[in-house]
């Protein structure tokens, strides 16, 4: 069981926009910790797409956001490409467990 | 160019150990803490252990903390983790994650070295 709650899987149409949820608590978002998302494609180690809720490093295209609110936070992604198929995960820090955690991670689907 | 090349992986029996290593390139490795964080097969991420940029402060969670130890060397840019009385529980791909500034994030990571503790 996750600290953080994703959704196993979405999917969408190449072109469309999909959104991936995050739920959190109030000892990690509700605490004011950020939340930070990651994409892993298969078979690879995990990369940083979003970070401090809505940035992204350089290099990540702006088809990709963030966003957080209360104990909840959700990633955006638009323009669905058959290479965005991969998990996301997304990430906080929780102070009752003095430890970074990790959502489940969901696994999208391009149709 | 931030490289990240973790190494000692492979299979151990239940409860024996294991030290992982992580060579570091790219950057000034000592003004940057580091982090281990592992993968189940199949399964999520867990981050299992973190230490400060100078090595005084080493934390991990309450699953692994007395069994595992991370360390560093600063002058060999170097990250270690330490793993003792291993269980099938501990089988993963474990990743070296570098902690940028005063952030709770991971901005770069390798590409993983397996751990398999089978007997």
């Known amino acids: 069981q996750s600290v953080l709650t994703q959704p196993p899987s979405v999917s969408g149409a190449p072109g469309q926009r999909v959104t991936i949820s995050c739920t959190g608590s109030?000892?990690?978002?509700?605490?004011?910790?950020?939340v930070h998302w990651y994409r892993q494609l298969p078979g690879t180690a995990p990369k940083l797409l979003i970070f401090g809720n809505n940035n992204r490093p350089s290099g990540v295209p702006d088809r990709f956001s963030g966003s957080k609110s209360g104990t909840s936070a959700s990633l955006a992604i638009t323009g669905l490409q058959g290479d965005d198929e991969a998990d996301y995960y997304c990430q906080s820090y929780d102070y009752s467990l003095s430890a970074w955690v990790f959502g489940g991670g969901t696994k999208l689907t391009v149709l | 160019e931030v490289q990240l090349l973790e190494s000692g992986g492979g299979l151990v029996q239940p409860g024996g150990s294991l030290r992982l290593s992580c060579a570091a390139s790219?950057?000034?490795?000592?003004?940057?803490?580091m982090s281990w964080v592992r993968q189940a097969p199949g399964k999520g991420l867990e981050w299992v252990s973190g230490i400060s940029g100078n090595g005084l402060s080493p934390y991990q969670p309450d699953s692994v903390k007395g069994r595992f130890t991370v360390s560093r060397d600063n002058s060999k840019n170097t990250l270690y983790l330490q793993m003792n009385s291993l269980s099938a529980e501990d089988t993963a791909t474990y990743y070296c994650?570098?902690?940028?500034?005063?952030?709770?994030?991971?901005?770069?990571w390798g590409q993983g070295t397996l751990v398999t503790v089978s007997s």
């Open positions: 109030s000892s990690n978002f509700g605490a004011g910790y950020d």
């Open positions: 790219g950057f000034t490795f000592s003004l940057y803490a």
């Open positions: 994650a570098r902690v940028p500034g005063a952030g709770v994030f991971f901005d770069y």
